[in-house]
């Protein structure tokens, strides 16, 4: 069970924070921009699976905080939302770069 900083309690797991110094990134040139897109989807598969569990022990009855599911498929939901609109802007910064006259 954790605590967020509003001290809601949640049955939740805390998932750590992606920092810029993860040991995984080269540490010669900075940060490997691709590590951190695949570490930051990695994350989001987590959260999308923590909201599947949830929801089938809450169809099943298993589930005892059904608030625990809600608070799983929101985060899921945003997180997903972010996702799409980083890619979308992503898509939109390569395209502008291509029309660019060299």
Do not use: C, K, W
């Not at 569990?53 to 298993?62: N, P, W």
């Not at 910064?93 to 060299?102: G, L």
């Amino acid at each position: 069970m954790t605590i967020d900083a509003v001290g809601a309690v949640s049955a939740l797991p805390a998932l750590p924070p992606i920092s810029a110094s993860d040991s995984s990134a080269p540490s010669s040139s900075g940060t490997d921009f691709g590590a951190v897109v695949a570490q930051g989807l990695q994350r989001l598969q987590q959260v999308q699976d923590t909201a599947d569990d949830l929801a089938v022990r809450a169809a099943t009855g298993s589930l005892t905080d059904v608030h625990d599911y809600m608070i799983a498929a929101t985060e899921a939901n945003l997180a997903t939302s972010l996702t799409v609109a980083v890619r979308n802007r992503a898509l939109e910064s390569f395209n502008e770069i291509m029309r660019m006259q060299a």
